[in-house]
């Protein structure tokens, strides 16, 4: 099992997390953040729990974060 | 508005700053909210919701307002965009700093007052007649001598260039702060190295390290005199400002929103003098030096005069910080304010403070005071000449301080460092 993380309220809006895991990431045309997909809120904290086959690409969403706010945990 | 014939604008990264800058004698004042400024990963910047409360002490004081959103933007910005540019017209922000044209547009079709901010390097009369259509001010180029400035501000006033106001077009210029060694806001080295776009605001200054130059081939190293060959000292005019005015220019800007409040007021109070004795006619060497002596107290990596003065190559600082002669040393907080004696108490967090210290206070409502300490009086224990860690301690002030006030020893840099 993977934990997503996400601080959401420290985003600058890049794209980049998108670009890299679009199966789990969204930008909202609302705010202009990016939503973590299915994700819920823990005081600023958004996470969700995902399997195993999202971990690369949330990896590399995590690393490539020039703001780094953004998890990934791997249980 | 005072009366002057140049618009002295500071920057305001939070409200302490804001206070600095109108205590400093700022016309005007500029800023960011939210992720779409050149500021986006600071952590103090401004939210939507602070709007209002801006425009109402700037309003109150005859300040004049700017909001920065001048990154470039994507689709999914555009209803933030839209958001912030609607609440701007809402709150009686003066005009937003913009470099994109949807923002341009959108903003002109709301009647909000644009300014075209410095990342859309404007370097000639057609682009300045361009972009009159939708803006009344103008940043040009950092990158311009004072000579490319006066023909363009001297076209601006022959051709008669008007902006959407119907007034001429006013031409803003850097006075004041750092330089980027790329093309303002045009750079990708940060996005490259790190993934964080300059021209979103994640800049993070990569630039400012010190790097080797190898040859690749046969590992051979360039012997470098300074490694800091990336990181310009910081601009400063204020030794030349009489030529800056005559340039034509309407508004001098400060740069800083990342810097602190008391970096702020000095630099503002510097250049709120030198832009009056220049009108007055008393601008002189003497007080130069005086003003340069402050400037180098607050944060600088050394001075040049940038491209202004037609120099061609750049001045590299060759310092990783600042090099400022003042450092400033937390103590502690307020704790209360007696108005009816004019005495505030602090308490002591850290640090020890003397008789005779040089103390900082700073705060969203306070700004920025300055005063020397004469007597003071710890704890319960009446007038004593040190106060430490955990200790309570009142002084004289006229100017009423608040508990989320902050205090600092300012200190000289060497002590600091020894």
Same mark, same amino acid.
């Given at each position: 099992?993977?934990?997503?993380?996400?601080?959401? !309220?420290?985003?600058?809006?890049?794209?980049?997390?998108?670009? +890299?895991?679009?199966?789990?990431?969204?930008?909202?045309?609302?705010?202009?953040?990016?939503?973590?997909?299915?994700?819920?809120?823990?005081?600023? %904290?958004? /996470?969700?729990?995902?399997?195993?086959?999202?971990?690369?690409? !949330?990896? @590399?969403?995590?690393?490539?974060?020039?703001?780094?706010?953004?998890?990934?945990?791997?249980? | 508005?005072?009366?002057?014939?140049?618009? #002295?604008?500071?920057?305001?990264?939070?409200?302490?700053?804001?206070?600095?800058?109108?205590?400093?004698?700022?016309?005007?004042?500029?800023?960011?909210?939210?992720?779409?400024?050149?500021?986006?990963?600071? $952590?103090?910047?401004? $939210?939507?919701?602070?709007?209002?409360?801006?425009? @109402?002490?700037?309003?109150?004081?005859?300040?004049?307002?700017?909001?920065?959103?001048?990154?470039?933007?994507?689709?999914?910005? +555009?209803?933030?965009?839209?958001?912030?540019?609607? @609440?701007?017209?809402?709150?009686?922000?003066?005009?937003?700093?913009?470099?994109?044209?949807?923002?341009?547009?959108?903003?002109?079709?709301?009647?909000?007052?644009?300014?075209?901010?410095?990342?859309?390097?404007?370097? /000639?009369?057609?682009?300045?007649?361009?972009?009159?259509?939708?803006?009344?001010?103008?940043?040009?180029?950092?990158? #311009?001598?004072?000579?490319?400035?006066?023909?363009?501000?001297?076209?601006?006033? =022959?051709?008669?260039?008007?902006?959407?106001?119907?007034?001429?077009?006013?031409?803003?210029?850097?006075?004041?702060?750092?330089?980027?060694?790329?093309?303002?806001?045009?750079?990708?080295?940060?996005?490259?190295?790190?993934?964080?776009?300059?021209? =979103?605001?994640?800049?993070?200054? !990569?630039? =400012?390290?010190?790097?080797?130059?190898?040859?690749?081939?046969?590992?051979?190293?360039?012997?470098?005199?300074?490694?800091?060959?990336?990181?310009?000292?910081? +601009?400063?005019?204020? &030794?030349? #400002?009489?030529?800056?005015?005559?340039?034509?220019?309407?508004?001098?800007?400060?740069?800083? =929103?990342?810097?602190?409040?008391?970096?702020?007021?000095?630099?503002?109070?510097?250049?709120?003098?030198?832009?009056?004795?220049?009108?007055?006619?008393?601008?002189? *060497?003497?007080?130069?030096?005086?003003?340069?002596?402050? #400037? $180098?107290?607050?944060?600088?990596?050394?001075?040049?005069?940038?491209?202004?003065?037609?120099?061609? +190559?750049?001045?590299?600082?060759?310092?990783?910080?600042?090099?400022?002669? *003042?450092? *400033?040393? %937390?103590?502690?907080?307020?704790?209360?304010?007696?108005?009816?004696?004019?005495?505030?108490?602090? $308490?002591?967090?850290?640090?020890?403070?003397?008789?005779?210290?040089?103390?900082?206070?700073?705060?969203?409502?306070?700004?920025?005071?300055?005063?020397?300490?004469?007597?003071?009086?710890? !704890?319960?224990?009446?007038?004593?000449?040190?106060?430490?860690?955990?200790?309570?301690?009142?002084?004289?002030?006229?100017?009423?301080?608040?508990?989320? &006030? *902050?205090?600092?020893?300012?200190?000289?840099?060497?002590?600091?460092?020894?």
């Amino acid at each position: 099992m993977v934990t997503i993380i996400q601080q959401r !309220n420290k985003c600058i809006g890049c794209n980049y997390c998108v670009e +890299l895991a679009p199966e789990r990431w969204r930008m909202s045309k609302k705010d202009g953040k990016s939503v973590l997909l299915g994700a819920v809120d823990k005081k600023g %904290f958004w /996470n969700v729990k995902v399997n195993e086959d999202e971990l690369e690409a !949330n990896k @590399r969403a995590a690393e490539a974060c020039p703001v780094n706010i953004i998890q990934v945990r791997e249980h | 508005m005072r009366d002057s014939k140049i618009e #002295l604008m500071s920057p305001a990264g939070n409200f302490e700053a804001l206070m600095a800058a109108i205590q400093g004698g700022a016309d005007s004042v500029y800023f960011g909210v939210e992720q779409l400024n050149m500021r986006a990963r600071a $952590t103090m910047n401004f $939210t939507i919701d602070d709007l209002e409360e801006i425009a @109402r002490i700037c309003g109150e004081q005859d300040v004049r307002t700017y909001l920065t959103l001048n990154t470039i933007i994507y689709d999914h910005d +555009l209803s933030l965009m839209k958001v912030i540019v609607d @609440r701007v017209k809402e709150a009686g922000i003066t005009a937003i700093i913009a470099a994109d044209q949807a923002v341009i547009s959108y903003a002109f079709t709301k009647g909000v007052e644009v300014h075209i901010s410095t990342q859309s390097n404007i370097t /000639n009369i057609e682009t300045v007649r361009f972009f009159s259509h939708f803006a009344d001010v103008m940043v040009l180029s950092r990158e #311009l001598s004072l000579l490319q400035v006066k023909k363009i501000t001297d076209a601006i006033e =022959r051709e008669q260039i008007k902006g959407p106001s119907g007034n001429l077009i006013e031409i803003e210029l850097f006075g004041h702060g750092a330089l980027c060694v790329a093309v303002s806001g045009k750079c990708y080295m940060s996005l490259h190295t790190h993934n964080a776009s300059a021209n =979103r605001g994640a800049c993070i200054q !990569n630039c =400012r390290r010190q790097y080797k130059v190898i040859d690749i081939e046969e590992g051979y190293e360039l012997e470098i005199d300074n490694e800091f060959i990336m990181s310009p000292k910081d +601009l400063c005019t204020i &030794d030349f #400002l009489d030529q800056v005015i005559d340039s034509g220019v309407k508004v001098l800007k400060i740069e800083g =929103r990342g810097k602190g409040a008391d970096y702020v007021k000095t630099v503002t109070q510097c250049y709120r003098e030198a832009i009056d004795s220049c009108l007055d006619k008393t601008y002189s *060497k003497e007080k130069v030096a005086n003003w340069m002596e402050r #400037l $180098t107290e607050v944060y600088n990596r050394g001075f040049w005069s940038g491209y202004y003065l037609g120099q061609k +190559l750049g001045e590299w600082t060759s310092q990783p910080g600042s090099v400022a002669t *003042k450092k *400033k040393v %937390f103590l502690g907080r307020g704790s209360h304010y007696y108005s009816k004696l004019g005495v505030a108490e602090f $308490t002591m967090e850290t640090q020890k403070l003397k008789a005779g210290d040089h103390i900082l206070i700073t705060g969203p409502t306070t700004g920025v005071v300055e005063t020397v300490i004469e007597e003071m009086h710890v !704890n319960d224990d009446g007038k004593k000449e040190v106060a430490v860690k955990g200790d309570k301690f009142t002084i004289k002030l006229d100017t009423q301080i608040r508990p989320s &006030d *902050k205090l600092y020893k300012i200190v000289d840099s060497e002590a600091v460092a020894q």
